[in-house]
């Protein structure tokens, strides 16, 4: 019998997306593109005896937490567990940590208590569950498929349709601080349905990371989500010769290649993750 | 302007499958499953000044080999190259290097020559060719995939299911040497297919290590495909207490954990491998 498992997951920022409600959070979603990291976050599950679900306990980087998809994704499997996790990116800043947290602990969870649940199940279970908690449309899916993931249909794996981006890169990211994701898509979303079908359709005929940073800068202008201090960064990398955009949802602006060093930032630097999540 | 591009592609092995005709060798195909592995093949495509597409050359090891699908592949791109491969594997016994060599030759040419073909489309020309040359029928697209794929629907990424076991495990596995899949192919499928669906209905009922070994194996029997040698190696891991089976389509064994070693072989060791191929 299997102690504890540990699964990575590579850290997602979309660039940009369009909201797809339904009433089954495994068919709901978003369309959308982003890049996986190679930053992201080791999630390690291990039984704890004696304990019902509802005892399960989630700590991320020594700090217990509650992260409300983690603990349907235990609930669901009907496990209770403590969730470690270490993550090389901050939570709520545009990263998909929320979702990573709650892929890593599907994955994890499945293979210690041997629920032999298949991959596309265990990504619909925790794509469902962030779904319903508000905490993210797409970075579930995304993280599951890895690469520079094209989120063509939205939905869990057995309604969705996926694409990429065949390249790699250097990624650079600078962060201000959060976003709540759950705030944004409480707002208004046309324009930003609108402006997401755009860019959709300008990475779709032409898929390259050229094109793709170009309509992730285009859709957070005309989305109207870029706060002044990721404004003036983006124009910061432009001036250098560079291209940036903002990761959706977080006051973050990432860059590929040099683009922020260039300017003068001291960013972060990691690469795309050529892969979706992973059992360790 | 980039000079030369790699991509690694995970070598596969098809533990069953059933064959799946289709006027379209971009829609045909096979249902089963298998383990990608961490041996696989690295595939370099430099530019090739001055020459056509017919000038291209493929070189594998050191040798100068002409695989079909490759040539295919460079012709769809409507590109002259060198293509230079390392692998980890033997040609013809049942690892997928032909569909390594050829989606690899896909990735790779698609980044130097700036093709802007997104990753499904270039699946989708790696399968096609693949399935046209009968060198394979679904190879390409669970190293496309990785991990411990289940082909649910055959084809290419725009029509094919895929799913995946989500495990990892130490692989080993021992080659007496060849056996042709074009001959095999050619052959009377029928308890292939039968073999084949049972397999299949037994790995989505329950997506583990275990029962897809279990099934695998008893494909192999029933589908009439065992050699002497290769059952005699597969008795000798039962007899030690493993489990083991056989590679579609070469005189193969491969084994989870430690089955063929402790029953006294000397086989070479690698692990399924996380992800599918990737750009270096």
Redesign the interface.
């Given at each position: 019998m299997r102690e504890e498992a540990t699964a990575f997951v590579p850290g997602h920022i979309t660039g940009f997306f369009s909201a797809h409600t339904d009433t089954d959070p495994t068919k709901a979603g978003s369309r959308g593109a982003g890049v996986t990291l190679t930053d992201g976050v080791d999630v390690t599950v291990r039984r704890h005896a004696g304990a019902n679900a509802a005892d399960s306990s989630v700590v991320l980087d020594g700090e217990s937490i509650t992260v409300e998809p983690v603990s349907t994704v235990l609930e669901t499997l009907g496990v209770s567990a403590r969730v470690e996790a270490e993550a090389d990116l901050p939570l709520g800043a545009g990263f998909g940590v929320s979702g990573a947290l709650t892929l890593g602990t599907a994955?994890a969870a499945?293979?210690v208590f041997?629920r032999?649940?298949?991959?596309?199940e265990?990504v619909t279970i925790a794509h469902g569950a962030e779904v319903q908690a508000g905490t993210g449309l797409g970075d579930v899916v995304a993280q599951a498929y890895?690469?520079i993931p094209?989120r063509l249909e939205p939905g869990g794996?057995q309604v969705n349709r996926m694409?990429?981006?065949?390249?790699?890169a250097r990624v650079e990211y600078v962060s201000f601080g959060e976003l709540s994701t759950e705030a944004v898509l409480a707002g208004d979303m046309e324009a930003v349905t609108a402006a997401g079908k755009q860019a959709l359709s300008r990475v779709?005929e032409?898929?390259?990371l050229l094109s793709f940073i170009y309509a992730s800068r285009v859709f957070a202008r005309e989305a109207g989500l870029l706060t002044d201090r990721v404004k003036t960064t983006i124009d910061d990398v432009s001036d250098a010769g560079g291209q940036a955009s903002m990761a959706m949802l977080g006051e973050t602006v990432f860059a590929f290649g040099t683009g922020l060093s260039d300017a003068g930032y001291e960013p972060t630097a990691c690469a795309t993750h050529?892969?979706?999540a992973?059992?360790r």
């Amino acid at each position: 019998m299997r102690e504890e498992a540990t699964a990575f997951v590579p850290g997602h920022i979309t660039g940009f997306f369009s909201a797809h409600t339904d009433t089954d959070p495994t068919k709901a979603g978003s369309r959308g593109a982003g890049v996986t990291l190679t930053d992201g976050v080791d999630v390690t599950v291990r039984r704890h005896a004696g304990a019902n679900a509802a005892d399960s306990s989630v700590v991320l980087d020594g700090e217990s937490i509650t992260v409300e998809p983690v603990s349907t994704v235990l609930e669901t499997l009907g496990v209770s567990a403590r969730v470690e996790a270490e993550a090389d990116l901050p939570l709520g800043a545009g990263f998909g940590v929320s979702g990573a947290l709650t892929l890593g602990t599907a994955l994890a969870a499945n293979r210690v208590f041997e629920r032999n649940l298949s991959w596309n199940e265990l990504v619909t279970i925790a794509h469902g569950a962030e779904v319903q908690a508000g905490t993210g449309l797409g970075d579930v899916v995304a993280q599951a498929y890895g690469g520079i993931p094209i989120r063509l249909e939205p939905g869990g794996p057995q309604v969705n349709r996926m694409d990429a981006i065949p390249e790699r890169a250097r990624v650079e990211y600078v962060s201000f601080g959060e976003l709540s994701t759950e705030a944004v898509l409480a707002g208004d979303m046309e324009a930003v349905t609108a402006a997401g079908k755009q860019a959709l359709s300008r990475v779709v005929e032409e898929p390259t990371l050229l094109s793709f940073i170009y309509a992730s800068r285009v859709f957070a202008r005309e989305a109207g989500l870029l706060t002044d201090r990721v404004k003036t960064t983006i124009d910061d990398v432009s001036d250098a010769g560079g291209q940036a955009s903002m990761a959706m949802l977080g006051e973050t602006v990432f860059a590929f290649g040099t683009g922020l060093s260039d300017a003068g930032y001291e960013p972060t630097a990691c690469a795309t993750h050529p892969a979706g999540a992973m059992i360790r």
